[in-house]
């Protein structure tokens, strides 16, 4: 399994978890959570989270620094096409060029939906500047599917609301993206526990990425370490293959040559 790495943009990584870093109560326990995980792309808000536009507070890359972390600065908050590409703008400069981005646009404040008509706008903009765009979009497969076309570098539908914690609620659309994906498709959104995870990444998904199910747990730092576990189980078993399934099988699970009285 050593060699089964995850490549985005042209790096490769072991880890198929990617984590978030908001939300927690401190940095320390933003740091141990992210330790936790075993993850090597971490996302931050742009819009949120001091990574040097204030030098007068602390800066998360204090704790988590990119000489040890891949970061992926994310457009959390934005809700027009004009305002994602301005602030993935200002991370770049902020980060001395830096061109691996999440990028997601949102349709409202209550549900956090995807605006897809303007998620495709900023993607097209931001590909055509040379940044390597990683994309939060609805399980939808014709809009995957554009967002590929125009050059994004990973997929990432939902598997539910964001911070909803209800899980995968349509394996089939997820399918029916990974089938048709020449780029790493990620599980965004909607993961609540472990087992979560898991189905994810045993649907065919090439990783997850998750903040408010390892921050809203009642122990963050343990509930990251079950995401790393989940995370490679899953992986595990969707390259070993399920057994098909049935209703009922009348061949026994064990031999029945030699059994005793026959």
Known sequence: MSNDSLTIAGKAYQSRLIVGTGKYKDFAETQAAVEASGAEIITVAIRRM???????????LDILPMSKYTLLPNTAGCYTAEEAVRTLRLARELLDG????????????????????ETLKAAETLVKEGFDV???????????????DIG????????????????????WNLRLIIDQAK?????????GTAS???????????????????????????????MKKAVQAGREAFLAGRM????????????TDGLIGK
């Not at 001091?50 to 998360?60: F, H, T, V």
């Not at 949102?106 to 605006?115: A, K, S, Y």
């Not at 994004?152 to 899980?167: D, E, K, R, Y």
């Open 98 to 117: 830096h061109k691996l981005v999440k990028l997601e646009v949102l349709g409202d404040p209550h549900t956090l939906f995807p605006n897809m008509p």
């Open 244 to 255: 098909p399934k049935k209703l009922y099988s009348a061949i026994p699970s064990s031999p």
């Open 134 to 148: 990683m994309v939060y979009c609805a399980d939808d497969p014709i809009q995957s599917r554009m967002l590929e």
């Open 183 to 191: 780029v790493p498709v990620l599980v965004d959104a909607g993961v």
């Open 196 to 226: 979560d995870a898991a189905i994810a990444l045993e649907l065919g998904c090439d990783g997850v990425l998750m903040n408010s199910a390892i921050a809203h747990a009642q122990n963050p730092v343990l509930m990251a370490g079950a």
């Open 152 to 171: 994004c570098c990973a997929i990432m539908p939902l598997a539910s609301l964001i911070g909803s914690g209800m899980g995968i609620l349509n394996p």
């Open 50 to 60: 001091n990574i040097g536009q204030d030098p007068n507070q602390p800066s998360l």
